[in-house]
């Protein structure tokens, strides 16, 4: 087996997932209805569902410690892509950091709260996909 999908329950899932396809690069996959997108990394080796159901609570993400949930994202350039989704409405929760093993790290809130990492790894700690 291997995951098809990871789904986040959003009060706005149009705008955000608007935000994600400008500001990180995600292509849109599928439109199931008007509140349930599947989006998808520039490899659509990952695919997150953003939907709202209102039979479902709304975690309050911006109150949530980003080590309970974040979405990674590899970055090259960590400064400049701090500031540009700064720019675009996102806000530093913890500056740029590097971890024992050599990966630099930075974590953001989207609009909506929700944790982003950007993440620089060493070439020894590159992920194999």
């Not at 690069?25 to 709202?52: H, V, W």
Request: no cysteine.
């Amino acid at each position: 087996m291997m995951i098809e999908h990871v789904a986040i329950n959003v009060p706005d899932p149009h705008g955000m997932v608007e935000w994600y396809i400008k500001e990180i690069g995600m292509k849109l996959l599928r439109q199931a209805d008007e509140t349930t997108y599947f989006i998808a990394d520039e490899k659509e080796s990952t695919i997150l569902e953003i939907y709202y159901n209102p039979a479902a609570p709304i975690l309050e993400y911006k109150e949530m410690d980003p080590l309970m949930l974040h979405f990674a994202f590899l970055s090259d350039d960590l400064k400049k892509d701090t500031l540009r989704l700064v720019q675009a409405g996102a806000t530093v929760y913890k500056e740029l950091t590097v971890t024992k093993g050599g990966d630099s790290l930075v974590m953001l809130k989207d609009p909506w709260g929700i944790s982003i990492q950007l993440v620089k790894r060493t070439v020894e700690n590159q992920m194999k996909k």
